[in-house]
């Protein structure tokens, strides 16, 4: 991961790993980054054989599927909450924000 | 029911069903991460261990609705990540052919409760592999439908692009008959529609087709395509199960033929890409504030890390973070769109097969089920275990594992593929096979 796009260097570092880690926010123990440090370096050199596979067009036989917008029975708010583990008046509670 | 001796239920339970209906007097077993009203749906996962959905999943209305009791909620390894039951939070399960050996995975759970006697039927969830895994492994029946022919809707989300629910049972009429029990469109679900507004045919398949009626055990004059590169990869002794059965085949009118994929030397790396990219976006949603513990203290971002540490295991944390890799800015023209590439190149080369063939057969799985414990420190090596069963997601294809034989009196799974809402094709086939082994 520390290599520029181009590919000069695939070493992957502890600092790497908790780069990534921070994104996706997910705080992890220092042994876990250091076997996830091996483990991703060995994985990615895998995927690099990406780089071989040639351009391909995906036909997608697709369309937009539409409904009509129409007010119909959902989740009740009490139901919505029931897994929360914290609510107040009706909402979420969460963390504050910073 | 049973006292669980091969830990294949999170939670067991009875949810009847209706009173009449094709179903009536079965038990089912479903996988613990499609979604039971008021029942513990856990993925398998800490973070959900006391997660209540307040909604039943469409193919659990549709199981109640033909008559089918519920009898549990079936371990499964974590989000479905792994190939052994064993990434679960809550232990591993055993397979009941032999109670040293994993059962498969990720729908362990669903393969052993069925293998076991435990259950009459079972669903399971298969994006890369996951129900004809366990099937392979423990003897049983498991069939992958085409994307979009059965709702997802209430299925907790891993790799939403990949993924179907798919049916378990000990024989192949057993199981295309719960096919044909929760296929069909549903408006909750927008990838099962089928009434291209472009000229497209005006019937959703499952509407027009009785899958059970495939299983008739009749395959004569079918060509059946046998890709090199899928055969090769397999162990010897799961090589000559494979090449015994295709004879068995050829006995009954079947003719067999060499066909070339050479897209699949990709396909694992095309998978895993792919699927971690959509974990990662898919498992941002547990947060601790929704549903899950709360990860106490600190601002927004530090509680929600703290959440995510304590409740998801090592597997899941290594494909949210290689996911989220493989999307970040420099790096997704080298990771995802390459892999985008390579799965538009292997539903063509699957489509030039089809060309000449009636369905492709191949091992499903390249070795006999592992003994626990022997392969989890090593996760290359358990994602190369699955060479045989990521191509049919990629492709969006229907497939089928039927038991093979044994070879080191282990089970054998042999997997057809079919194209595009061809299951009655794939049912037919591992019907015809299912009788010559018998």
Redesign the interface.
């Not at chain 1, 123990?29 to 076997?35: R, T, Y």
């Not at chain 2, 499903?364 to 626990?372: A, D, I, L, Q, W």
């Not at chain 2, 057809?416 to 049912?427: D, H, Q």
């Given at each position: 991961?520390s290599e520029t796009?181009d590919?000069t260097d695939d070493s992957v570092g502890a600092d790497d790993?908790r780069h990534?880690?921070?994104?996706?926010?997910?705080?992890?123990?220092d042994e876990?980054v250091a076997?996830?440090a091996d483990?991703?370096e060995?994985?990615?050199d895998?995927?690099a054989?990406?780089?071989?596979?040639?351009?391909?067009?995906?036909?997608a036989?697709l369309?937009n599927?539409m409904?009509a917008d129409e007010v119909r029975e959902g989740?009740s708010q009490a139901?919505?909450l029931?897994?929360?583990?914290?609510s107040e008046g009706g909402y979420?509670?969460?963390?504050?924000?910073? | 029911m049973s006292d669980d001796e091969f830990d294949a239920f999170l939670t067991e339970t009875e949810l009847s069903g209706a009173d009449d209906g094709p179903l009536a007097g079965r038990t089912v077993a479903v996988k613990d991460n499609i979604s039971t009203a008021g029942v513990t749906t856990t993925c398998g996962s800490a973070m959900l261990a006391?997660?209540?959905p307040?909604?039943d999943a469409t193919v659990v209305e549709r199981l109640r609705e033909a008559g089918a009791t519920v009898v549990g909620k079936t371990n499964m390894d974590e989000f479905g990540m792994g190939g052994t039951t064993e990434t679960s939070a809550f232990g591993p399960t055993k397979n009941p052919v032999d109670p040293d050996r994993v059962p498969g995975g990720s729908s362990g759970g669903s393969a052993a409760a069925v293998a076991a006697g435990a259950a009459d039927l079972a669903l399971g969830s298969d994006t890369g592999g996951s129900v004809r895994n366990p099937a392979a492994f423990c003897g049983v029946v498991g069939i992958k439908p085409t994307y979009g022919l059965v709702s997802r809707y209430g299925l907790i989300a891993y790799a939403n692009s990949l993924e179907q629910i798919g049916p378990i049972a000990d024989t192949v009429e057993g199981a295309a008959a719960l096919l044909d029990v929760i296929a069909g469109p549903d408006?909750r679900d927008?990838t099962t529609?089928y009434d291209?507004?472009?000229g497209?045919p005006e019937e959703h398949p499952a509407e027009t087709t009785s899958y059970a009626d495939a299983a008739d055990g009749d395959a004569d004059g079918f060509t059946v395509g046998v890709p090199t590169e899928l055969v090769e990869g397999a162990t010897e002794p799961v090589r000559e199960t494979f090449h015994a059965g295709l004879d068995a085949l050829r006995d009954r009118g079947v003719e067999t033929r060499e066909v070339s994929l050479p897209?699949v030397?990709?396909a694992v790396?095309?998978y895993?890409?792919i699927a971690m990219s959509e974990a990662?976006s898919n498992l941002?949603r547990f947060?601790?504030?929704?549903?899950?513990?709360?990860?106490d203290?600190?601002?927004?971002?530090?509680?929600?890390?703290?959440a995510?540490?304590a409740g998801?295991g090592?597997e899941v944390?290594?494909r949210?973070?290689?996911g989220?890799?493989?999307l970040?800015a420099?790096?997704h023209?080298?990771?995802y769109e390459?892999?985008?590439?390579?799965?538009?190149?292997v539903?063509?080369d699957f489509d030039e097969a089809f060309a000449e063939t009636d369905v492709l057969a191949t091992p499903t799985m390249p070795v006999v089920p592992p003994e626990r414990g022997e392969s989890l420190d090593d996760?290359?090596q358990l994602?190369l275990m699955d060479a045989n069963t990521v191509p049919v997601n990629l492709a969006n294809l229907p497939a089928i594992s039927v038991p093979a034989g044994t070879a080191d009196g282990l089970p054998v799974g042999c997997q057809f593929v079919g194209p595009s809402f061809g299951e009655a094709a794939v049912i037919r086939a591992a019907s015809a096979l299912e009788a010559a082994v018998e």
């Amino acid at each position: 991961m520390s290599e520029t796009p181009d590919g000069t260097d695939d070493s992957v570092g502890a600092d790497d790993v908790r780069h990534v880690a921070e994104l996706a926010r997910v705080d992890l123990a220092d042994e876990e980054v250091a076997e996830f440090a091996d483990q991703f370096e060995e994985i990615l050199d895998y995927f690099a054989a990406l780089d071989e596979v040639p351009e391909t067009d995906a036909d997608a036989e697709l369309v937009n599927v539409m409904r009509a917008d129409e007010v119909r029975e959902g989740l009740s708010q009490a139901a919505a909450l029931s897994n929360a583990p914290d609510s107040e008046g009706g909402y979420f509670r969460g963390p504050r924000v910073s | 029911m049973s006292d669980d001796e091969f830990d294949a239920f999170l939670t067991e339970t009875e949810l009847s069903g209706a009173d009449d209906g094709p179903l009536a007097g079965r038990t089912v077993a479903v996988k613990d991460n499609i979604s039971t009203a008021g029942v513990t749906t856990t993925c398998g996962s800490a973070m959900l261990a006391d997660y209540e959905p307040p909604f039943d999943a469409t193919v659990v209305e549709r199981l109640r609705e033909a008559g089918a009791t519920v009898v549990g909620k079936t371990n499964m390894d974590e989000f479905g990540m792994g190939g052994t039951t064993e990434t679960s939070a809550f232990g591993p399960t055993k397979n009941p052919v032999d109670p040293d050996r994993v059962p498969g995975g990720s729908s362990g759970g669903s393969a052993a409760a069925v293998a076991a006697g435990a259950a009459d039927l079972a669903l399971g969830s298969d994006t890369g592999g996951s129900v004809r895994n366990p099937a392979a492994f423990c003897g049983v029946v498991g069939i992958k439908p085409t994307y979009g022919l059965v709702s997802r809707y209430g299925l907790i989300a891993y790799a939403n692009s990949l993924e179907q629910i798919g049916p378990i049972a000990d024989t192949v009429e057993g199981a295309a008959a719960l096919l044909d029990v929760i296929a069909g469109p549903d408006e909750r679900d927008a990838t099962t529609r089928y009434d291209a507004a472009d000229g497209g045919p005006e019937e959703h398949p499952a509407e027009t087709t009785s899958y059970a009626d495939a299983a008739d055990g009749d395959a004569d004059g079918f060509t059946v395509g046998v890709p090199t590169e899928l055969v090769e990869g397999a162990t010897e002794p799961v090589r000559e199960t494979f090449h015994a059965g295709l004879d068995a085949l050829r006995d009954r009118g079947v003719e067999t033929r060499e066909v070339s994929l050479p897209s699949v030397e990709h396909a694992v790396q095309a998978y895993y890409v792919i699927a971690m990219s959509e974990a990662s976006s898919n498992l941002a949603r547990f947060d601790g504030v929704r549903y899950g513990e709360s990860g106490d203290g600190g601002d927004w971002n530090e509680s929600f890390a703290a959440a995510r540490e304590a409740g998801f295991g090592p597997e899941v944390k290594r494909r949210i973070l290689l996911g989220t890799f493989a999307l970040s800015a420099g790096y997704h023209d080298e990771y995802y769109e390459k892999a985008q590439d390579a799965r538009a190149w292997v539903k063509q080369d699957f489509d030039e097969a089809f060309a000449e063939t009636d369905v492709l057969a191949t091992p499903t799985m390249p070795v006999v089920p592992p003994e626990r414990g022997e392969s989890l420190d090593d996760p290359l090596q358990l994602y190369l275990m699955d060479a045989n069963t990521v191509p049919v997601n990629l492709a969006n294809l229907p497939a089928i594992s039927v038991p093979a034989g044994t070879a080191d009196g282990l089970p054998v799974g042999c997997q057809f593929v079919g194209p595009s809402f061809g299951e009655a094709a794939v049912i037919r086939a591992a019907s015809a096979l299912e009788a010559a082994v018998e």
